[in-house]
């Protein structure tokens, strides 16, 4: 597979994966360059022993995990609500919300569900984070349960 | 609809609207790339000229005793390796594998980071260490030629500004890089931390 079809086929992919991460437009942005980045160089040395597409998101997962050194910027959910959608007016706000919501988590529940709602196989996503299935499966449900009772408060 | 199916659907709803051209990524890649050459580059001419200028003025010296000499090489060990270890010349030391999972990248980031401090906690002692002794050695020869009084006047002088730098430095190194780096280093425990939680 050549960089440019990668990088068609996944940049949304990885945009929504740094997204759910900082939940901060530009700052994700960023995040998805410097991944694609990070795949450009590292192409060439790709031995199939993963699919394409876990070693991507591999190495997206890591380049948010290093977003820790970057802590000169504020992440979205930290804002204030009303600067946030100042921001993106035009979204929806159960989009919002969503990803507002998964940018509260712990860091690497960010990962985990953001990669489940990306339909990313759960013995992938167990791969990418160096976790078993089993755990993966628990923590899942866990996030997930999480997510619905915050929805369940917003509608109410 | 369940609500898998309503989070699924809401998390597709998102994209960047603007995705950048590949050349445009290409491009940012290669200045990157002439960003660190260009770097490194500085670095070693810093290096280099350190290395060049001591050796210049320790040769330029007649009738030399050992003890200028040795003062000089370790002055010159203490510049150079400082320099080594703040610039991170010795990039096998700091490598990462962004391609590993996340738990290992994750443990590897812990271990440069320790590295890192370790270094920066070890370096600033072994740099005016060596730079004191280096001084006190190298002076010896010049001193033999003064009165006993300048030549304790210039010691006492001399040892105390490197004192008081020394202590200045440290307080400095641990506001500006080791506390930041103490601090890294327990968020990145805690998100390993996360991985084992169930």
Redesign the interface.
Same mark, same amino acid.
């Given at each position: 597979m050549v960089?440019?079809e990668i990088?068609k086929a996944y940049?949304?992919k990885v945009?929504?994966i740094c997204?759910?991460y900082v939940n901060d437009?530009d700052w994700?942005?960023d995040i998805?360059?410097e991944t694609?980045?990070?795949i450009?160089?590292?192409l060439p040395k790709f031995r199939q022993e993963a699919a394409i597409g876990t070693?991507i998101f591999?190495?997206a997962?890591?380049?948010c995990?290093?977003q820790?050194?970057r802590?000169n910027r504020m992440p979205r959910a930290e804002m204030p609500e009303q600067i946030a959608e100042h921001i993106a007016p035009d979204?929806?706000p159960?989009?919002q919300f969503?990803?507002r919501c998964i940018a509260e988590l712990?860091?690497?529940?960010r990962?985990i569900i953001?990669l489940e709602?990306?339909?990313v196989k759960q013995a992938e996503i167990a791969?990418?984070?160096?976790?078993s299935e089993t755990?993966i499966r628990?923590?899942v449900h866990r996030i997930?349960e999480k997510?619905?009772k915050k929805?369940e408060n917003y509608e109410h | 609809m369940s609500?898998?199916v309503?989070?699924?659907a809401?998390?597709?709803?998102? !994209?960047?609207k603007d995705?950048?051209d590949?050349k445009e =990524?290409?491009k940012?890649?290669g200045s990157?790339r002439k960003a660190a050459r260009i770097r490194l580059i500085i670095q070693s001419v810093v290096l280099v000229a350190v290395v060049a200028i001591l050796l210049g003025v320790g040769l330029n010296i007649d009738h030399k005793q050992p003890t200028t000499t040795i003062g000089l090489v370790l002055m010159l060990a203490a510049i150079v390796s400082y320099l080594i270890a703040t610039n991170q010349l010795l990039p096998m030391l700091f490598k990462s594998n962004? !391609?590993?999972?996340?738990?290992?990248?994750?443990n590897q =980031?812990i271990r440069i980071k320790r590295k890192n401090e370790f270094l920066d906690k070890v370096m600033i002692n072994i740099y005016f260490s060596l730079l004191m002794v280096g001084f006190s050695l190298y002076m010896v020869q010049f001193s033999m030629k003064m009165s006993a009084a300048w030549a304790v006047f210039l010691y006492v002088i001399t040892l105390a500004c490197l004192t008081v730098t020394w202590v200045y430095s440290r307080r400095w190194e641990i506001k500006k890089t080791i506390k930041?780096l103490n601090d890294?280093i327990k968020?990145?425990e805690a998100?390993n931390e996360?991985?084992h939680e169930?």
């Open positions: 960089f440019d990088y940049w949304n945009f929504r997204m759910g437009h994700a942005k998805a360059q694609f980045i990070a450009w160089k590292q070693w591999r190495i997962s890591n380049n995990l290093r820790i050194e802590q979204r929806d159960q989009v969503l990803y712990p860091e690497t529940d990962l953001s709602l990306e339909d791969q990418i984070m160096g976790l755990n628990v923590k997930k997510l619905t929805f | 609500t898998e309503d989070l699924k809401l998390w597709n709803k998102e !994209e960047a995705i950048p590949t =990524l290409l940012k890649a990157l962004i !391609e590993g999972s996340s738990q290992e990248y994750l =980031l930041p890294t968020k990145l998100m996360q991985l169930q």
